[in-house]
């Protein structure tokens, strides 16, 4: 069983497009994040939530929404794709705020 | 603020050799180190944790220790293996819980 797995793993898309990014855990952890790993491999937080609420909204384009339906989920939708939005996004989860994080395989976005 | 250095890559050694990634944060307080590795292709996996000063953490022959006198925390191994090959990165866990990631080193294991 994958703990925190997301879909799609790849996803190539034009500019201008809106996508979203699905994430789930079956930890049964509270605490669910969105990473994001530049082209150079640089990891930087995007969003926290903790039993659903937000936490962590870095300095983030508000073209990306997170969403979480429940503790298990947390979605990330992307209006108006850019270029410059190319990149692997990761999910993680933890049981805590300051426990160990777990992460999915990532999804790699590619914005033509 | 927070933030983690770790010593740029990438890192080529022959395997058996002795491996040292040199890791060093600044931080409010005595935060929680991590190590984590990415092998291609794949996602990030804890390979080992520090959660206090002098603690040592270890894990399939990799070992760091916290030494909070110079804020660090190195990556070493006596003996590396071809599939020790992957990108590992450095982190903390900031007071809201979120990790710092350092930017991450590419290790190269030549058989």
């Known amino acids: 069983d994958t703990a925190v797995s997301q879909t799609p793993k790849y996803l190539v898309t034009q500019m201008g497009n809106d996508k979203s990014i699905k994430c789930e855990q079956n930890?049964?952890?509270?605490?669910m994040y969105w990473y994001k790993q530049d082209s150079k491999k640089f990891l930087k937080i995007m969003f926290s939530y903790n039993n659903k609420e937000l936490i962590i909204n870095e300095t983030v384009p508000n073209r990306f929404s997170p969403k979480s339906p429940d503790k298990a989920h947390l979605n990330l939708h992307i209006n108006s794709l850019e270029l410059g939005d190319s990149a692997v996004y990761f999910c993680a989860s933890s049981q805590k705020v300051r426990a160990e994080a777990f992460f999915g395989q990532g999804t790699r976005l590619t914005v033509v | 603020g927070n933030s983690v250095t770790q010593m740029e890559g990438p890192v080529t050694l022959s395997e058996e050799a002795f491996l040292t990634i040199n890791c060093t944060y600044t931080?409010?307080?005595?935060?929680?180190l991590f190590w984590y590795v990415q092998y291609p292709g794949e996602g990030l996996q804890l390979l080992l944790k520090a959660t206090k000063a002098d603690d040592k953490g270890s894990n399939k022959g990799f070992e760091a220790t916290y030494r909070k006198e110079t804020t660090s925390f190195h990556l070493e191994k006596g003996s590396v293996q071809v599939s020790d090959s992957a990108v590992y990165f450095c982190?903390?866990?900031?007071?809201?819980?979120?990790?710092?990631f350092g930017k991450g080193t590419k290790l190269s294991v030549k058989p």
């Open positions: 982190a903390l866990r900031a007071s809201q819980g979120n990790l710092i």
């Open positions: 931080a409010t307080g005595y935060p929680s």
């Open positions: 930890l049964g952890h509270d605490t």
